[in-house]
């Protein structure tokens, strides 16, 4: 099977499971790379964690920053579905700025990770993307606003009103009324700069080895493997990656490490048109759809 016929076939998988979305495989060692629209912004959730500690770790590396110094942190308290680990708790913690990069990066706990943009605003991590020479990412705010969505003001069992609100208030432009959910408001991304992103921290150029040595076994230890891990995850290959969710939006973001050493980079960021937020089957496609690409790639 060619190519084109390939991305023809996946496009019509995503569409038969209520998703659209933004792919991009990249073979590390050659450039070689094979995708479904992988230009298109969209918010990123989550995701916006590897930058965040790439720009964190830089500063305890040229010690602007002290990893082991000890942050008061206020309970998150927050009882919604999704939020973990600080982000539960309802008393307050004294935690490290190394420790607090695990809870970020590899539990996804919002809380922790606010506490490092206290350290590292937006502003300084977009100057350590553009540092890196990384372009097609933005950070504009904390994850404290993913947790200020429709979906907080609905009961769970109206969890579906929150969602189509979601899906059916796009505009053209991928604007949206739910801030969080604008491209030009919240923090945005395409699949290629999310790849380039990788490549910067597996091939480290512009970033110091160290700090890319310690995000990639940040990202190894990511808890959240229900995603594209059981389509990459084997004896014969590693899987680190980082997801990110929001409402109709499921991303994930990974390199996959083969016995034999070649290194594929991989990224999932995709929409769903379903109003439902437990979609098993679109979690199920959108990792047959990254596999079924890199497959495609890696038989080149």
């Not at 969602?163 to 959910?181: D, E, F, M, N, Y």
């Not at 959240?224 to 990656?241: K, N, Q």
Request: hydrophobic residues 45%; glycine residues 6%; aromatic residues 4%.
């Amino acid at each position: 099977m060619n190519a084109q016929r390939a991305v023809r076939e996946l496009r019509s998988m995503l569409e038969d499971a209520g998703l659209s979305g933004s792919f991009l495989v990249r073979d590390l060692a050659t450039g070689d790379e094979l995708g479904i629209d992988p230009d298109v912004e969209l918010p990123i959730a989550s995701l916006v964690k590897v930058p965040l500690a790439t720009a964190v770790l830089e500063r305890i590396q040229d010690g602007r920053i002290d990893g082991a110094a000890v942050i008061d942190v206020p309970p998150g308290r927050i009882t919604s579905a999704g939020p973990v680990g600080l982000s539960r708790f309802r008393h307050p913690a004294r935690i490290a700025v190394e420790d607090l990069l695990y809870l970020s990066t590899a539990l996804s706990d919002n809380t922790a990770a606010d506490v490092l943009f206290g350290l590292v605003p937006p502003a300084e991590v977009n100057h350590a993307l553009a540092n890196a020479g990384i372009t097609g990412i933005t950070v504009r705010h904390l994850m404290r606003e993913l947790t200020r969505t429709p979906a907080e003001r609905f009961e769970a069992r109206e969890v579906q009103f929150a969602q189509s609100l979601a899906i059916g208030s796009r505009t053209a432009r991928r604007g949206h009324p739910v801030s969080q959910l604008d491209v030009s408001r919240a923090n945005s991304g395409t699949a290629r700069a999310c790849v380039d992103l990788l490549q910067a921290l597996w091939v480290p150029t512009r970033i110091p080895a160290a700090v890319a040595t310690h995000v990639r076994s940040l990202m190894s230890e990511n808890i959240i493997r229900h995603r594209l891990a059981p389509d990459f995850r084997s004896d014969a290959s590693r899987w680190s990656s980082k997801t990110g969710t929001l409402l109709n939006l499921r991303h994930e973001i990974g390199v996959v490490e083969h016995e034999d050493g070649s290194r594929y980079a991989v990224a999932a960021l995709t929409e769903s048109t379903v109003p439902a937020a437990a979609q098993p089957t679109a979690e199920a496609v959108m990792a047959h759809v990254a596999r079924s690409l890199h497959d495609q790639l890696r038989a080149w």
